[in-house]
């Protein structure tokens, strides 16, 4: 399905800009790093990855999947997800408010993982359970195809300065930031979202899990 093929490479992108991101903010205020790429980076997040990524993912594919697999929108997966969403909203309006202000060193950097790390167990949440499970069920569902929504034009400019960025500033890993697969590793599990067997599986979904483990 090339829209969930989509948005699979967009969170490439972003973890390739959020490399990109750690190595600018430990490095602001020093030599090789421009100040003015701070803005630049928030441009990026917030009008490619929340304007343009996270939007189609609310807008398009978790109505499809309320409407075609009949899926909860107020709780579970769908609910914890979109719930993520806006708490990175937030979490990047606390990080660009530094970033305006032209902060650096500890303060910065603890507001680039406070946005960062969510971001990330929120994308391997997405590429190892929602993905995956969206493929199947709206495939089961007869639903071949999702309408591809094109990048206005502040989203296609955001595109264009993740990519300079990160050509510009090789990525730093984050050794503690937690990554993983599963539900384990995404923020809201055994708290507003219980995981997807518990959350989204019928019975008949569990009576073959049950004949295949025996
Ligand atoms: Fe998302
Ligand atoms: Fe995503």
């Known amino acids: 399905m090339k829209f969930l093929d989509a948005i699979a490479a967009e969170h490439r992108l972003i973890e390739a800009v959020s490399g990109a991101l750690r190595t600018w903010a430990g490095a602001v205020g020093g030599a090789g790093a421009e100040p003015e790429d701070g803005?630049?980076?928030?441009?990026?997040?917030?009008?490619?990855?929340?304007?343009?990524?996270?939007?189609?993912?609310?807008?398009?594919?978790?109505?499809?999947?309320?409407?075609?697999?009949?899926?909860?929108?107020?709780?579970?997966?769908?609910?914890?997800?979109?719930?993520?969403?806006?708490?990175?909203?937030?979490?990047?309006?606390?990080?660009?408010?530094?970033?305006?202000?032209?902060?650096?060193?500890?303060?910065?950097?603890?507001?680039v993982h406070g946005y960062l790390r969510p971001l990330g167990q929120h994308i391997d949440a997405e590429d190892s359970v929602l993905l995956p499970e969206s493929r199947t069920r709206l495939m089961r569902a007869g639903l071949l195809e999702l309408p591809e929504v094109a990048p206005d034009a502040a989203a296609a400019a955001a595109r264009a300065d993740g990519e300079r960025l990160v050509a510009r500033y090789p990525g730093t890993d984050d050794p503690e930031g937690l990554r993983g697969e599963g539900c384990v590793v995404c923020p809201s599990f055994g708290d507003t979202c219980q995981g997807v067997e518990r959350e989204w599986w019928s019975e008949l979904e569990w009576e073959d899990f049950r004949d295949r483990v025996g």
């Open 39 to 111: 803005e630049r980076f928030m441009c990026f997040f917030r009008d490619f990855a929340g304007g343009f990524h996270h939007a189609r993912e609310e807008g398009v594919l978790f109505p499809a999947l309320v409407r075609e697999a009949e899926l909860g929108a107020d709780s579970g997966p769908l609910a914890a997800l979109t719930a993520q969403h806006r708490a990175m909203e937030r979490a990047l309006a606390a990080l660009a408010e530094l970033v305006a202000a032209r902060a650096s060193g500890p303060p910065l950097l603890a507001a």
